[in-house]
């Protein structure tokens, strides 16, 4: 069974209500059901958490983001999905700094590297600094080598910080707001997304 299977079974016996929010060019719908959750609801609606998906190559649309600034209100848990597309040359650090210009500031715990095609085939863990290699199923986690720590170093001092700052807790309390990257149709990110979903459980 492939690991997109297994992330679907597994996170469809959750019991949270899950709604996601974002651009029809995002697949909002499609992620949802991925996940075990519904598109395109209203904002006000009782929800467990709620995630906003983001396409880099289209930005974030005005109902979207009024949808991130009614949530504001309410404290309710967000995760942020980006997709990465090969197609696409925007990518996901534009992505994110579009997020934190439009919603809030938001932290990267993991970072996207890429082959040498220039596609996405991994990301890094930048708690651990392990590198989480999505072209072998299942995945392999190994140490980073000391050029990634280097590059992605500022990074990293940036969301040790925030987690220091907000607190452990933060993420369930609604005030901390992860962005994390995910391939709309391979597994990178979906093993992360669920282990978000599984804090609230």
């Known amino acids: 069974m492939s690991t997109h299977s297994l992330s679907a079974n597994s996170a469809h016996d959750s019991s949270l209500r899950i709604h996601f929010f974002g651009h029809e060019s995002a697949h909002p719908a499609e992620i949802a059901h991925r996940f075990g959750g519904l598109s395109d609801q209203d904002p006000t609606s009782d929800c467990d958490l709620a995630v906003f998906v983001v396409n880099p190559a289209t930005g974030i649309d005005a109902v979207t983001i009024a949808a991130w ?40 715990p993991f970072l996207v590297l890429h082959d040498d095609e220039g596609l996405p085939c991994a990301l890094i863990d930048l708690f651990t600094q392990k590198i989480i290699d999505y072209s072998t199923n299942p995945p392999t986690i190994s140490e980073s080598e000391s050029e990634h720590k280097t590059l ?28 994390i990257p995910l391939t709309l149709n391979g597994p990178i990110g979906a093993d992360i997304i669920e282990s978000y979903i599984a804090r609230l459980k």
């Open 69 to 108: 600034e009614t949530l504001n209100e309410s404290m309710v848990p967000r995760l942020i999905i980006i997709v990465l597309a090969e197609e696409s040359e925007a990518d996901f650090d534009d992505a994110v700094m579009i997020c934190n210009r439009v919603f809030d500031q938001t932290v990267t």
């Open 152 to 179: 992605v170093s500022e990074f990293r001092d940036e969301y040790l910080q925030a987690l220091e700052v907000q607190g452990d807790d933060a993420f369930a309390a609604g005030l901390l707001f992860p962005a």
